[in-house]
């Protein structure tokens, strides 16, 4: 397990994942309103307890719970599968939702699954469709790639899952930070621009 400072007040924290044989990662970032985490993947390194904890997709909610926060933030259409995976969401959210400290959320083509945006650290925090440099499956040195198609839900395509994310082009992105692979810290705008046009 290893935390990482991306930028003052933003950490990237990352641990093995049993189940896919790799390290993942979450976003850890000091907010106006306390401590906020992105699919925590159990308890902070440092013992801090985060008042925020937010969920990208429901396959995420690893260890979720033992971070501790008080608020934990998903989509209102997963919060049944993150109960039935042990992760109980206290602040369900709808798409126009006002999220704590100006965290946005950005519906995706995915069913159930969101990206952050966090204006204060111009970082864009993604779960499953975008995938940063080695990631699985089928690790290639692109900066970001979207995830499979069979990732996809119902008739969803990856043209679909372009046009949901396209927004993010219209953001002063610094940062892509990723659950898979390695994070977009110089040139994100012109990664996302390079997989979403």
Same mark, same amino acid.
């Given at each position: 397990? $290893?935390?990482?400072?991306?930028?003052?007040?933003? +950490?990237?924290?990352?641990?093995?994942?049993?189940? +896919?044989?790799?390290?993942? &990662?979450?976003?850890?970032?000091?907010?106006?309103?306390?401590?906020? !985490?992105?699919?925590?993947?159990?308890?902070?390194?440092?013992?801090?307890?985060?008042?925020?904890?937010?969920?990208? %997709?429901?396959?995420? &909610?690893?260890?979720?719970?033992?971070?501790?926060?008080?608020?934990?933030?998903? /989509?209102?259409?997963?919060?049944?599968?993150?109960?039935?995976?042990?992760?109980?969401?206290?602040? =369900?959210?709808? =798409? #126009?939702?006002?999220?704590?400290?100006?965290?946005?959320?950005?519906?995706?083509?995915?069913?159930?699954?969101?990206?952050? +945006?966090?204006?204060?650290?111009?970082? !864009? %925090?993604?779960?499953?469709?975008?995938?940063?440099?080695?990631?699985?499956?089928?690790?290639? #040195?692109?900066?970001?790639?979207?995830?499979?198609?069979?990732?996809? $839900?119902?008739?969803?395509?990856?043209? #679909?899952?372009?046009? $949901?994310?396209?927004?993010?082009?219209?953001? =002063?992105?610094?940062?892509?930070?990723? $659950?898979?692979?390695? /994070? !977009?810290? #110089?040139? &994100?705008?012109?990664?996302?621009?390079?997989?979403?046009?």
């Amino acid at each position: 397990m $290893s935390v990482d400072e991306l930028a003052p007040g933003l +950490w990237r924290w990352t641990a093995w994942h049993e189940e +896919w044989k790799e390290d993942v &990662a979450a976003a850890v970032a000091e907010t106006p309103d306390g401590l906020a !985490v992105f699919d925590a993947p159990g308890a902070l390194p440092d013992g801090r307890t985060p008042e925020h904890a937010f969920v990208t %997709v429901f396959f995420h &909610a690893r260890g979720g719970a033992e971070a501790g926060a008080e608020h934990v933030w998903a /989509p209102s259409r997963a919060v049944k599968r993150l109960g039935n995976r042990g992760l109980e969401v206290t602040d =369900p959210f709808e =798409p #126009d939702t006002a999220l704590p400290d100006g965290v946005v959320a950005i519906e995706t083509a995915r069913e159930s699954e969101v990206v952050y +945006w966090l204006p204060e650290h111009r970082a !864009v %925090v993604a779960g499953d469709v975008l995938l940063g440099a080695g990631a699985k499956p089928r690790a290639t #040195d692109d900066p970001l790639r979207l995830c499979p198609e069979r990732w996809l $839900s119902g008739k969803a395509t990856l043209d #679909d899952l372009r046009a $949901s994310l396209r927004p993010l082009l219209e953001l =002063p992105v610094a940062r892509v930070l990723v $659950s898979h692979g390695a /994070p !977009v810290l #110089d040139g &994100a705008p012109e990664a996302l621009a390079g997989v979403l046009i």
